[in-house]
T-cell receptor, first 114, second 115 residues
Framework: KAGVTQTPRYLIKTRGQQVTLSCSPISGHRSVSWYQQTPGQGLQFLFEYFSETQRNKGNFPGRFSGRQFSNSRSEMNVSTLELGDSALYLC?????????????FGPGTRLTVT | AQSVSQHNHHVILSEAASLELGCNYSYGGTVNLFWYVQYPGQHLQLLLKYFSGDPLVKGIKGFEAEFIKSKFSFNLRKPSVQWSDTAEYFCAVNVNSGGYQKVTFGTGTKLQVIP
């Protein structure tokens, strides 16, 4: 099976712009979670989608949003970019959204905000 | 809210040395526990997991972890590390929060193994 894919792999944006990141989960996986990874902060949970519904949300401002399509592909959008949004954004898919779910991670999108 | 602590941020070991990375979590209910590893330039991948049963779990590449409920700990161990174990290691906890499953990661421990 193909793994989790994320596009683009690298992005450079300017403060104030918006950005959309894409994630394609492993075939058959219906849950997609997004994380922000920064040095010293580790992985911080953004949100999880399951069957096109947001199931859970982390403590990020409303500038961060996402959605999931019927084929389980997910997009994450960040509006009005700030310098502090520079990070590696990871997408993880799992078979379901239940207890003990094992997540499979993509390579990430490296976002740099200048 | 639950939290996960990895107290060792950076560990340097010589090859063949024994490894123990600490992971403590704060949550009083039922948890599922994971260790993930991120090798340089590679994706995060699952090293091992604990759902229930035997508190000593074995993972890939000779790693193991012990769940000690009374200490809220899930420390990762390996008897003899190799240079190829150089990576960043993340502990994660999955809990039921408000009816939803929520995964919280620790801040990671960078392991450097010197040949």
């Amino acid at each position: 099976k193909a793994g989790v894919t994320q596009t683009p792999r690298y992005l450079i944006k300017t403060r104030g712009q918006q950005v959309t990141l894409s994630c394609s989960p492993i075939s058959g996986h219906r849950s997609v979670s997004w994380y922000q990874q920064t040095p010293g902060q580790g992985l911080q949970f953004l949100f999880e989608y399951f069957s096109e519904t947001q199931r859970n949300k982390g403590n990020f401002p409303g500038r961060f949003s996402g959605r999931q399509f019927s084929n389980s592909r997910s997009e994450m959008n960040v509006s009005t970019l700030e310098l502090g949004d520079s990070a590696l954004y990871l997408c993880a898919s799992s078979l379901h959204s239940g207890k003990g779910r094992e997540q499979y991670f993509g390579p990430g999108t490296r976002l740099t905000v200048t | 809210a639950q939290s996960v602590s990895q107290h060792n941020h950076h560990v340097i070991l010589s090859e063949a040395a024994s490894l123990e990375l600490g992971c403590n979590y704060s949550y009083g209910g039922t948890v599922n526990l994971f260790w993930y590893v991120q090798y340089p330039g590679q994706h995060l991948q699952l090293l091992l997991k604990y759902f229930s049963g035997d508190p000593l779990v074995k993972g890939i590449k000779g790693f193991e972890a012990e769940f000690i409920k009374s200490k809220f700990s899930f420390n990762l161990r390996k008897p003899s590390v190799q240079w190829s174990d150089t990576a960043e290691y993340f502990c994660a906890v999955n809990v039921n929060s408000g009816g939803y499953q929520k995964v919280t990661f620790g801040t990671g421990t960078k392991l450097q193994v010197i040949p």
